[in-house]
């Protein structure tokens, strides 16, 4: 339901547990705070305000349930009560990335990091299934060049990404979660020694899956309360993992412990609320759910990207936190890199670049004629750009596989 914005000023000393502080008495963008809202869980949310206000302003109509952490039995030891205030230290605000390479002169780097990032995906299961442990160094050393890419453009490697999916959803997994955690770390402005960790928790989030019986995880069909039971173990197999293979990266740790936990309560395995989820966990909640919603599974075909956002939208505020929801949906855009899409004239397209400038009028390859005839090969539209002829403009998104067209076939050779 919406409401007017009521707000009273309260100086900090006067805080309490419960309160949501909509704006402070200095600029965000000087705070270590990466959201425009603070919600109060805890006494470290108090003491973290203390030391950079004066007094803030208080939404007198929203209140906020306080921090807790619902233990369960096998969660692994050392990271069962791990639970951090608002302020994170590493997961704060310090850059604003612009592209300084173009779409076009980023390709062949972008190609070199996703064959790197994807061969290292490809590997880890083999590894884990005979009782080789992770190597923490090999993980960075894999995803970093994916991140200077994603740093230099934001478009390149995620266009490269889209169009070298292959059969394995496990591994079509991994490596699109270490991309969007990427993006999303570059769009908020996180060190990029801290993207690194979000990229390496995003490709190692699932990692606990190898665990699992691959009849299990292949089937074509909903599973059974008992089988739903052993599936949700693997974020507690997954922290095993990480254990045995001496991986402390605290960011890395949280994607894989807290990515089911949800922003209401209602997640797994600690049933934790608000922001007892640590940053990057609530984050790798909006990029797994994303990834699984827009990629094919053996049970049911993918929806597109846009229609994946719309769906994390309506669950703002409960399964997500709508600040992180909406700054998930500014980084990817309208129509994110490498979404089919149907244009007011019939043709099919693919988004290729995004125009900053003018996210609803991205770069885009034509696939197809009017009658959704294939071309035999593509032309590039920047529909910012149109100077003459019939205007083109998206009219919806489609599905990957849409009438018939697979882009890979236009693009890889």
């Known amino acids: 339901m919406a409401y007017d914005l009521v707000e009273r000023r309260v100086f900090v000393t006067d805080l309490e547990i419960g309160m949501y502080v909509s704006r402070l008495d200095c600029e965000w ?36 349930a306080p921090a807790r952490v619902s233990g369960v039995a096998s969660a692994p ?48 299961v083999e590894d884990i299934q005979a009782g080789r442990p992770i190597d923490p160094d090999a993980v960075e050393n894999a995803v970093r060049p994916m991140v200077e890419s994603v740093l230099r453009s934001g478009d390149a490697f995620f266009w490269m990404q889209s169009l070298r999916q292959r059969d394995s959803y496990t591994y079509q997994h991994a490596v699109g979660c270490s991309t969007l955690a990427a993006a999303f770390g570059r769009h908020m402005g996180f060190t990029d020694d801290a993207i690194v960790s979000l990229a390496a928790g995003g490709l190692l989030m699932d990692v606990g899956k190898s665990q699992l019986p691959e009849e299990m995880l292949e089937r074509g069909g909903p599973l059974n309360d008992a089988e739903w039971e052993l599936a949700r173990q693997h974020v507690n197999e997954g922290v095993a993992i990480l254990d045995h293979s001496g991986v ?37 909640a909006i990029i797994d759910t994303y990834h699984a919603m827009s990629t094919p599974r053996p049970y049911r075909p993918a929806v597109s990207q846009h229609l994946a956002i719309r769906q994390l939208y309506s669950g703002r505020d409960r399964e997500f936190q709508g600040e992180l929801v909406e700054q998930f949906q500014a980084c990817l855009g309208v129509y994110p890199t490498g979404s089919l ?71 890889l050779s």
């Open 77 to 124: 030891a050392p990271t069962a009560a791990k639970v951090r205030p608002v302020l994170n230290t590493r997961l704060v605000t310090r850059h604003s990335y612009s592209d300084t390479a173009s779409f076009d002169d980023e390709m062949p780097r972008a190609r070199e990091a996703f064959d790197t990032v994807a061969s290292f995906a490809a590997r880890i």
């Open 29 to 64: 963008s000087d705070t270590p705070f990466p959201l425009q809202g603070v919600p109060i869980t805890s006494r470290e949310d108090i003491e973290s305000l203390q030391r950079i206000c004066k007094y803030v302003f208080v939404d007198l109509h929203r209140r906020v």
């Open 341 to 411: 899409v149907e244009l007011n004239t019939g043709e099919v397209a693919i988004v290729m670049v995004q125009n900053q400038a003018r996210r609803l009028q991205p770069r885009v390859a034509l696939l197809s004629r009017t009658d959704k005839s294939h071309l035999d090969d593509f032309m590039i539209v920047d529909l910012m750009r149109q100077t003459n002829g019939v205007r083109r403009e998206i009219l919806r998104t489609l599905a990957a596989g849409s009438f018939g067209i697979d882009p890979r076939e236009y693009f």
């Open 248 to 284: 402390l990266d605290a960011e890395v740790r949280d994607m894989v412990l807290t990515h089911h936990e949800r922003f209401d309560g209602s997640g797994y395995p600690q049933g934790l609320a608000g922001t007892a989820i640590p940053l990057a966990g609530r984050m790798a």
